[in-house]
């Protein structure tokens, strides 16, 4: 059974950072689509940042410069670290890990239909 569980969300305020990380457990994540995606209410699940089967890695326009996602292959931990944070970065954060390479035209973040697993969320919530 594959879990990607998700921590690390929380309240800070504009300008700030945070880092989440995702642990997953029953799929590997080299060598799979390990992605960060993030929705608030009323909106569509949006793509973040993406680390693809060959390690290459891409990022929503919106965050470029600003967060970094980063896996540790020995802890089967996939992390995003977000810095300069915005009040539009606010949301509810998911991982998502999709077998093999990452749906779409692999020139930007995955389709929100891509993944075959998703974790359950950690809420960030950003001040101005």
């Known amino acids: 059974e594959v879990q990607l569980v998700e921590s690390g969300g929380g309240s800070v305020q504009a300008g700030g950072s945070l880092r989440l990380s995702c642990a997953a457990s029953?799929?590997?994540?080299?060598?799979?689509?390990m992605s960060w995606f993030r929705q608030v209410l009323g909106k569509e699940r949006e793509g973040v940042a993406v680390?693809?089967?060959?390690?290459?890695?891409r990022y929503a326009d919106s965050v470029k410069g600003r967060f970094t996602i980063s896996q540790d292959n020995a802890k089967n931990t996939l992390y995003l670290q977000m810095n300069s944070l915005k009040a539009e970065d606010s949301g509810m954060y998911y991982c998502?890990?999709?077998?093999?390479?990452?749906?779409?035209?692999?020139?930007?973040?995955?389709?929100?239909?891509?993944?075959?697993?998703w974790g359950k969320g950690t809420l960030v919530t950003i001040s101005s």
């Open positions: 998502a890990a999709e077998k093999s390479y990452c749906s779409g035209d692999q020139k930007g973040v995955p389709p929100s239909y891509g993944p075959d697993y």
């Open positions: 029953g799929i590997t994540l080299s060598g799979n689509c």
């Open positions: 680390i693809d089967d060959d390690g290459s890695i």
